[in-house]
């Protein structure tokens, strides 16, 4: 067999030691756009901060490749032909494949605004180089303006503040992380980040640049040195496209992983996902999602019969020492409990936990995920206590001695 | 591989599997000097309700979620079967404790976080287990 991974990141990670659990020998080959051995991507903002180093943001241990016998190029691909089942490369190589896996990832999104491409110091924060090239770029005294009050532009935002006093983040949405966070949760982070020095401009946008100002839709300006865009990012679907595979929100893939075009495989921040809290097909660039997804895609690849229908949309993010951990989706009903600086929202509906969000408090979370992804009936438990606290005891007897009394 | 498991019928919610584990932490043999005054952060908790009480640890599971979700690489899952954390390379993200079905993963004392890691650099197996009067912890393959 020749397995062929377009991309070098978690979803590869994934593929790699799934085809290596069923397959020990086939060749493996991994066309890398980056120029490095496969890193922990979400790791770059704790780069910036000095709280990791880059030998420390490994993913995987020095040997990796080698004692997986994969071989590495640092030689992009440029086009896959699905029915000769060869993909060219940058550097002008033609390789062929039994089974290709796509793990192109992701690449953030840079709105038309009048004046950006002009600004002189400008960033945007997804790689290792983003982040080399933005530290490097930092002084004491730089006002950093970031767009975008996202996962990325707030950690960002708090790597930056390490080294320059004057951060600024401006969104149009009306409050920090809209895509995890109610009105009601986000009060309190944004409280936090004041407090911490990040200076915040909600329900505005910035409408033009010039020089180094912007101009935002409300009229006001803001000077700025360094310019950070992370307005979000957007499935890097195109090679896909081009070979003529189906791209809905992402590269479209079964429960297999596998895409329209047989033995291509699809897996992490290209491809699309089914959520199962909601019952919606998504973009989720997640890391976990794109490492299951690249495992199971992997297991087929070799000739398994594995699934991945367990995603859900789940974030763990923290700021200045405020832990925010949230899962599943805002839908149904709500409890809510606010107590010494944390809070927690669970979203249920008739007989299931849909979502939560945890501020502070963040104790045993993952029991509350486990309710969401594998749908457990609320009538099986005693949902009260759970509400209150999250904890096995609010199981049966039967279903505690499945989880603790025997091997998971 | 051997793994720890729990029998909730014999456990009397004495709390010193919590104890032994910190104490198996910090190190040292007298339980008085090394934990009175301090609260500890034991890598295995009992749950307690109204009829039933129970102690809860990382079931090193087969298809560990907190490996695969884990956001450095830190946590790892060893040719043995024993799930580790890398503390030093674990920047506490807390992806883990969002992922773990049984909430056995929590914020360490000293930063990052931790688990159970069945005492492996320690003679004499797990030390809750050891130290569990009424055997309703048990370590068995």
């Known amino acids: ?408 | 591989m051997k793994r720890i498991y729990v029998r909730e019928e014999w456990c009397l919610g004495c709390h010193l599997c919590e104890y032994y584990c910190a104490l198996a932490d910090r190190g040292g043999k007298d339980m008085a000097r090394q934990l009175k005054g301090i609260k500890i952060k034991p890598r295995i908790r009992i749950e307690e309700g109204k009829e039933v009480c129970f102690a809860v640890s990382c079931r090193h599971c087969t298809e560990p979620l907190c490996v695969k979700s884990c956001l450095t690489g830190a946590i790892k899952k060893e040719g043995a079967g024993v799930v580790t954390v890398d503390r030093e390379k674990c920047v506490s993200c807390y992806t883990c404790i969002l992922v773990c079905p049984y909430g056995a993963l929590s914020p360490a004392e000293r930063g990052t976080v931790q688990k159970c890691e069945l005492c492996a650099e320690k003679p004499g197996g797990p030390a809750c287990v050891g130290h569990c009067p009424n055997g309703a912890i048990v370590y068995e393959e």
């Open chain 1, 1 to 408: 067999m020749e397995y062929l991974i377009i991309g070098n990141s978690v979803a590869a990670a994934g593929c790699i030691e799934g085809i290596r659990r069923r397959d020990k020998t086939g060749a493996i080959t991994v066309l890398s756009k980056e120029n490095y051995e496969m890193y922990a991507r979400p790791l770059i903002s704790y780069l910036l901060a000095g709280k990791t180093t880059e030998d420390k943001m490994r993913y995987r241990p020095i040997g990796f490749y080698e004692d997986n016998n994969v071989s590495l190029l640092y030689d992009p691909a440029a086009a896959i032909d699905v029915r000769a089942r060869t993909v060219e490369t940058v550097g002008g190589r033609r390789l062929s494949y039994d089974a290709l896996l796509l793990a192109t990832g992701a690449r953030p999104i840079v709105p038309p605004i009048e004046g950006l491409d002009k600004v002189k110091h400008r960033y945007t924060f997804l790689t290792l180089d983003d982040a080399r090239a933005l530290g490097a770029s930092l002084r004491p005294d730089s006002r950093v303006l970031i767009v975008g009050a996202g996962l990325i532009g707030l950690k960002c935002a708090e790597a930056v503040r390490h080294t320059c006093a004057a951060v600024t983040v401006i969104d149009a949405a009306d409050r920090v992380l809209s895509s995890i966070l109610t009105r009601e949760a986000a009060a309190s982070v944004e409280a936090h980040l004041a407090h911490n020095g990040i200076g915040l401009r909600l329900n505005d946008r910035a409408a033009r640049f010039e020089g180094n100002t912007a101009y935002l839709a409300s009229g006001e300006t803001v000077g700025f040195d360094i310019l950070v865009m992370a307005v979000g990012v957007a499935p890097e679907t195109a090679l896909a496209g081009l070979a003529g595979i189906e791209i809905g929100r992402g590269i479209r893939i079964d429960a297999r992983g596998e895409t329209s075009a047989k033995n291509v495989y699809a897996a992490g921040d290209c491809a699309e996902t089914l959520d199962v809290s909601s019952g919606t097909v998504k973009n989720m660039a997640l890391l976990p999602n794109a490492y299951m997804q690249g495992e199971c895609a992997g297991l087929n690849m070799a000739g398994g019969r594995a699934v991945f229908d367990r995603a859900i949309p789940m974030n763990a993010i923290g700021f200045f020492g405020l832990h925010i951990l949230s899962a599943g989706s805002y839908i149904g009903s709500t409890y809510t409990e606010t107590a010494d600086g944390a809070y927690k929202c669970l979203f249920y509906d008739e007989n299931a936990l849909k979502g939560f969000i945890l501020v502070g408090d963040v104790e045993k979370a993952g029991i509350y995920t486990a309710l969401i992804r594998e749908r457990t009936p609320l009538c099986e438990i005693d949902f009260e206590l759970v509400k209150q606290k999250p904890s096995l005891i609010a199981f049966d007897r039967a279903a505690r001695r499945e989880k603790l009394g025997r091997a998971v």
